[in-house]
Structures are given as C-alpha cells and as structure tokens.
C-alpha cells in the first residue's frame, strides 16, 4: 500500500487573491517580513498498488485528469510505502 500526498498551487504567473488576503491579514496582526503568501490545496490518498512506479504512475494521471487544472496550477507530490 501506499500513501501519496498531492500538493496543488497556482502557477505563480496567476494572481492568488486568497494569498493576498492571507498576508494582508498577517501584515495587520503585527507578523513582520511577510512578503508573500501562495493558498494551496493538500490532497492526501492511500493506493493499493504493487510497487511505487504504479503508485506514481496513477497519481500523476489522477493530477492530469481531475485534482489539478493544469492550465492554472501546478502539482507535486511525495509517495510513502506504507
């Protein structure tokens, strides 16, 4: 089995308005050298598969077919053997 955590974030070419808002809202609370802040997703999925190459195979067709807009956004993701 193993265990696959997705991250998704738009491409930096894209403006991030929750981003913005988040480090307005540090900025205000008085945290200091907040230069920029990026809102992102974290997707986590455990997969029965037979060896990591399979694993990483099915996520990444998951990240291009549905999890991720591709145009926007990029991924990445860590697989854990567990």
Same mark, same amino acid.
């Given at each position: ?32 050298? /907040?230069? $920029?802040?990026?809102?992102?997703? =974290?997707?986590?999925?455990?997969? %029965? ?6 694993? #990483?195979?099915? /996520?990444? $067709?998951?990240?291009?077919?549905? =999890?991720?807009?591709?145009?926007? %956004? ?6 854990? #053997?567990?």
């Amino acid at each position: 089995m193993f265990y696959a955590k997705v991250y998704i974030t738009l491409k930096k070419s894209i403006a991030d308005p929750q981003g913005n808002a988040i480090r307005e809202a540090l900025i205000s609370m008085d945290y200091e050298g /907040v230069q $920029d802040v990026r809102m992102g997703k =974290l997707i986590e999925i455990k997969l %029965e598969e037979k060896n990591r190459i399979q694993a #990483e195979n099915k /996520v990444k $067709d998951m990240c291009e077919t549905l =999890l991720a807009n591709t145009v926007i %956004e990029d991924y990445s993701y860590d697989i854990l #053997e567990v």
